[in-house]
């Protein structure tokens, strides 16, 4: 059976001016790439990488700010059997100093030959190999060049992982297991029809959802895509949901926080303005599913023409090239309340009539050809309800991060299977997401995930929303809860005791320190999810300023 690569389809794009991708321009206006433009722009810049000395194999640092230029520099690094890695642009405000690490990180681990990002960036940039400006690429000439052959073995790009709990990590996409992914998303979990599908997406390229999700799932059924710079998206929220107005867009992506901001921001006016009737899959990924967060959202945009039913929970992983699992299509969120109790002790019961409960959000079922299982800290696969670390195998799976031989015998076993680090549970097939290993709070013997405390939070007036981090202190006997909150300074005052009452209340669980700091405070990874293992030393060292 013959292996067909994105090159391969690249390539039937000849004589195709179909329209491939929509780009924003700063100015508002749009920007119509057609197949046929797109070919002749990857190749172009294969030829300017190729005449900066890469040969096949060499690797190639992208910065991935503006969509525009980046996407065809990545094809074109593909075409001309390079290896791709995306990285995160430097941030418009704070520091910069965070991305000088992240940029380091990428140059020790992956080792590329080359950096290219925007002109504008250049003077921003330090970096201890040769650097080039996309435009100097776009200005070379295609040579005309067969792209190399395709091997689904050969390792198409690395994807550093989110770092939210420990440092990035370089993941091996191989070409084979890029291409399982792409396609279960797009006929499995999306059933896409190209000539009445369009998608949109503001969510950054350096990130495996939007990678995979808005770039390479596309490209395997010819789905036309909009980008949106995420810069946009940061300025101004609206422009996620305005754009899928303007452009009919009917999939989009987000992940939990967006959904929240996106509610916060709607006015009856913004909504009226809106007609968002043909958006049939708006999916919700990256971080455990916040229900109050998307009833707010559907609830919001309803008057828009927003069926509760066209929002998918997903769950995945870069360590899985991106998606695992997808809820149904078309069908109502799987919503359950289940015992608190119960829960931190890893089970997952009905509540009974009046006792503390928990909401979890039901995720969907695992692709075909895959398998997902719950296992115990020896292992062992875990019955049905109990809650344990969640394990993958299948097509999609990566084998290795790259130039850490350490993490990748903790993460990838020999027999395919890959831990993911994440927390939950199945049930009848159905995957419920509880949080990750690494963040679990342990206090006084239970044991409760950082998002249902967080969550709480940020509903409060004057917190963040995103703006939250629950760790522990070390206590005499046990662990104590504290609470990093982000929030206005003329809030700072009565948040403590408006945290300890709802935690208490909801939670059944002390709060021994309740720490407001200004927005922007809590350290977050390239996609935006705080850095709790990170915030918690930062705490520990006394190196966060507290509001009041």
């Not at 995957?431 to 940020?458: A, C, M, S, Y």
């Amino acid at each position: 059976m013959s292996f067909l690569w994105f090159t391969d389809i690249l390539q039937k794009y000849e004589e195709d001016d179909a329209p491939a991708h929509e780009y924003l321009a700063p100015d508002g206006s749009w920007t119509t790439l057609t197949r046929r433009q797109l070919l002749t722009e990857t190749r172009t810049a294969a030829a300017a990488l190729t005449g900066a000395g890469l040969r096949p194999g060499d690797r190639v640092a992208l910065v991935a700010g503006d969509p525009r230029p980046f996407v065809p520099a990545f094809l074109g690094a593909l075409w001309a059997g390079l290896v791709p890695v995306p990285i995160a642009p430097p941030p418009l405000l704070g520091r910069g100093d965070a991305w000088a690490e992240l940029l380091d990180t990428v140059v020790t681990a992956a080792e590329p030959r080359l950096l290219c990002l925007d002109a504008a960036q250049r003077d921003q940039v330090r970096a201890p190999i040769p650097v080039t400006a996309y435009q100097e690429l776009a200005d070379a000439l295609p040579d005309g060049r067969d792209p190399l052959p395709a091997d689904p073995e050969r390792i198409a790009y690395l994807q550093f992982s989110s770092g939210s709990t420990a440092r990035p990590r370089a993941v091996a996409a191989r070409a084979g297991a890029v291409l399982a992914n792409a396609t279960a998303i797009v006929h499995q979990g999306l059933a896409v029809d190209p000539a009445a599908d369009r998608a949109l997406s503001w969510l950054p390229l350096h990130h495996d959802m939007g990678l995979v999700g808005f770039l390479f799932a596309p490209l395997t059924v010819g789905l036309p895509v909009s980008y949106l710079p995420t810069n946009a998206f940061v300025r101004d929220p609206g422009s996620w949901l305005r754009a899928m107005s303007e452009r009919s867009a009917t999939i989009t992506f987000a992940p939990n926080f967006a959904f929240a901001l996106a509610a916060r921001r709607a006015t009856p006016e913004r909504v009226a303005a809106l007609d968002l009737s043909r958006v049939r899959a708006v999916g919700c990924g990256g971080e455990p599913v916040n229900r109050e967060a998307l009833r707010r959202f559907t609830e919001a945009h309803a008057p828009a023409g927003l069926r509760p039913e066209a929002v998918l929970p997903c769950y995945g992983l870069a360590e899985s090239t991106l998606a695992v699992t997808f809820h149904p299509r078309g069908t109502p969120l799987t919503v359950r309340q289940v015992s608190t109790a119960a829960l931190d002790r890893g089970t997952a019961e009905p509540a009974a009539d009046g006792a503390p409960s928990t909401e979890v959000i039901g995720c969907g079922r695992v692709f075909r050809d895959h398998e997902l299982t719950v296992r115990d800290e020896d292992g062992r696969e875990l019955p049905d309800h109990a809650v344990g670390e969640l394990w993958v195998r299948g097509p999609s799976a990566a084998r290795e991060y790259v130039g850490d031989p350490e993490a990748t015998a903790r993460t990838f076993r020999p027999d395919g299977w890959v831990r993911t680090g994440d927390r939950g549970y199945l049930s009848g097939g159905e995957l419920f997401v509880t949080g990750r290993q690494k963040d679990l709070l342990i206090v006084r013997g239970h044991n409760t995930d950082p998002q249902r405390v967080e969550w709480l939070v940020e509903a409060l007036p004057g917190a963040r929303l995103g703006g939250v981090v629950a760790c522990t202190r070390p206590a005499e006997e046990t662990e104590e809860l504290v609470v990093v909150v982000e929030c206005r300074t003329s809030a700072a005052a009565e948040l403590p005791d408006l945290v300890r009452a709802v935690v208490g209340e909801r939670l059944a669980m002390a709060v021994h320190d309740v720490v407001p700091v200004r927005p922007g405070s809590i350290p977050r990874t390239t996609s935006g999810k705080p850095r709790r293992q990170e915030t918690r030393r930062r705490y520990l060292e006394g190196e966060l300023a507290r509001v009041c």
